[in-house]
């Protein structure tokens, strides 16, 4: 490590720089706080003076106005492991195996087909034609396929994973060539492990983008029971009416049901997993930025 | 002809390969494409697509005469840059401060910190806005009431969207940009600077004429990416924080959401398809163009 001498043009920076940087991290945290804040605060509070930033009156009636019937919020959260699972897995297989085929030099129209991908980067036909192919043509409508198909090809991810790949010598493909294996066991059995990496990071944003979508849910599906996490807060949020017919399936008689607080209680178990994992997740993100920076 | 098919044969293992995505792209890409003659035409579900009746320029001729395609196409672009500049001026400035000031426990904590509301969708962020400026329980008027000040009607507000939505674009996106430019400062070698140091520049001329002029290659490449995509607007963000408000529409709609709209809502299919492929084609010629240009001043930095 250098040695710096404290200069005041350095002591100078410093200051601007804690200053910056904290009041920026503030404003990224604050919201995080206000939302705890708003699921632990009592409902007549709320009411009475609106949310507060500092914890007031505590009280725990949101959670267990949810536990009262949580089927809802459980199903959510198994539809969206089991889209989230089923895509990453899929797609970032998919996307690996063409990255792998694209970056092969001895396939001859390989230019053909990287223009192939490529050019729907630049142009496409709209959300209009798309949408009445998966919904007239495709039969998306309510069908837990909906969710999984359209995020599972990703040219980006594509062009990363082949970025990478091309940094692997292509003498291992062809000593395995020797040896008789085929193209797709070369791409099992070697290419895969050594590209394990960005493997790794692509998967990462894979499963964040499934985790965290919501537009598939908003355009295709009707049935509760297939709706997304993301979806199903947003229609929590835009209706409090939802959480009151909620109540009654549940059979509970609420005099008033602690919509505001509850509402922020749901937003926190849907967002739960995500900052519990974020800080083991986060450096391989940081690493997957850089990656795609390089070669991007 | 015949080569290919050849060669195609002996390849086949890699063009099995190569069919999942090849096959998805298709579906989901190219017949949307084609599908955008839907535009010149006027849809009738019963009939799909192709068999929908002609009427030329038509939903064009209804999508401009009625004033709204130069109004969502000024918001999508006043904004685009708005965000453009506003983020990136925040993601330089946090990238040579992180990476040239000490203290490295703060450091690791503020960036992990700024970094976080990446990892958030676009409904929390809603959510979010909710909590601070709903009319009667947002924290907002709370504090406006304490003060004695009246409340003020942040969702009904033009004024205040244009500046809230600048601010949350900057919120979620700031700590995904400053990782990029950190990598790219990284990238550099420290020698020059430690040089400069020795001759006597301070940090700040170090700053200005040692690590910006490095960084140049990274920025370039960013702002092509986003000036050719500055007819498309984050959806998202847009849709999730304003939802659909026509009192504010004037400030707050974009092509992305207006073409939206008219689909879901409206039974003008072939004008949302209008408006729809009028943004692809706006894109693709940005695109064509800005990497055109980029190409005559310094070929390196072009994307094709």
């Not at chain 1, 709320?46 to 199903?75: C, Q, W």
């Not at chain 2, 989901?28 to 192709?50: C, D, H, T, V, W």
């Not at chain 2, 909590?131 to 009431?145: A, L, Q, R, S, T």
């Not at chain 2, 659909?244 to 529409?249: E, H, Q, S």
Request: one cysteine or more; a positive charge; proline letters at 3%.
């Amino acid at each position: 490590m250098r040695k710096r001498r404290k200069t005041t043009d350095v002591i100078s920076f410093n200051i601007i720089g804690y200053i910056m940087l904290s009041i920026f991290s503030f404003v990224c945290i604050l919201p995080f706080w206000m939302i705890i804040v708003g699921s632990i605060t009592s409902e007549s509070y709320i009411t009475a003076h609106g949310y507060s930033i500092m914890p007031v009156e505590f009280s725990t009636e949101s959670f267990k106005y949810i536990m009262n019937d949580a089927t809802g919020i459980l199903r959510a959260y198994g539809v969206t492991t089991l889209v989230t699972v089923t895509g990453t897995f899929f797609g970032v297989f998919i996307n690996a195996m063409a990255a792998y085929v694209l970056q092969r030099k001895d396939f001859r129209f390989r230019n053909f087909f990287s223009f192939y991908f490529f050019f729907t980067t630049l142009f496409s036909g709209g959300l209009v034609p798309w949408y009445i192919l998966c919904v007239k043509y495709l039969h998306f409508k309510d069908r837990i396929y909906a969710l999984i198909l359209p995020g599972l090809v990703s040219v980006w991810n594509m062009l990363i994973i082949k970025g990478f790949l091309g940094g692997i010598p292509d003498a291992v493909s062809e000593s395995a060539h020797i040896d008789g294996a085929n193209d797709f066991r070369i791409f099992i059995q070697i290419i895969l492990p050594l590209a394990k990496p960005v493997i790794a990071t692509i998967s990462l944003f894979t499963a964040l983008n499934y985790w965290n979508d919501w537009y598939n849910s908003m355009l295709f599906i009707n049935n509760e029971k297939l709706f997304m996490l993301q979806f199903y807060l947003y229609k929590l949020i835009g209706s409090a009416q939802g959480l009151q017919i909620a109540a009654d399936k549940a059979g509970v008689v609420i005099e008033r049901p602690p919509i505001q607080s509850t509402k922020m209680a749901m937003t926190l178990i849907v967002i739960g997993p995500i900052i519990f994992l974020y800080p083991f997740v986060q450096k391989y993100f940081v690493k997957g930025i850089t990656i795609g920076a390089i070669k991007g | 002809m015949a080569s290919f098919i050849r060669h195609l044969k002996r390849k086949k293992v890699l063009l099995l390969m190569l069919m999942p995505a090849f096959i998805h792209v298709l579906i989901f890409s190219y017949l949307p494409m084609a599908g955008s003659i839907l535009a010149f035409k006027q849809f009738r579900y019963n009939l799909g697509i192709f068999k929908s009746p002609w009427v030329g320029f038509d939903n064009f001729r209804f999508f401009f005469i009625s004033g709204d395609a130069l109004h969502v196409t000024v918001n999508t672009l006043l904004y685009n840059l708005a965000f453009i500049t506003v983020n990136n001026f925040l993601e330089i400035s946090f990238a040579i401060i992180l990476s040239e000031m000490s203290g490295r426990i703060f450091k690791k904590i503020t960036q992990s910190v700024m970094f976080l509301p990446y990892f958030i969708s676009w409904v929390i962020a809603g959510v979010i806005v909710y909590n601070f400026f709903n009319y009667e329980f947002g924290v907002f008027n709370g504090i406006m009431k304490t003060l004695g000040l009246p409340p003020v009607d942040v969702y009904n507000s033009a004024n205040w969207w244009r500046v809230l939505l600048v601010f949350f674009s900057a919120w979620k996106n700031v700590g995904y940009g400053t990782i990029i430019y950190l990598s790219a400062i990284m990238g550099v070698d420290h020698e020059m600077f430690d040089a400069a140091e020795i001759d006597g520049a301070n940090l700040y001329q170090r700053i200005r004429h040692i690590m910006l002029p490095c960084m140049v290659p990274t920025m370039m490449i960013l702002l092509l990416l986003s000036v050719s995509n500055i007819f498309r607007g984050d959806f998202g963000l847009f849709y999730q924080l304003v939802g659909t408000n026509p009192l504010v529409y004037d400030a707050t709609d974009i092509i992305d959401t207006y073409v939206f709209r008219s689909l879901m809502t409206s039974s003008d299919i072939g004008m949302a398809a209008a408006a729809g492929l009028y943004q692809s084609v706006m894109c693709f010629v940005t695109i064509l163009i800005v990497n055109k240009i980029v190409k005559r001043i310094q070929s390196d930095y072009a994307l094709f």
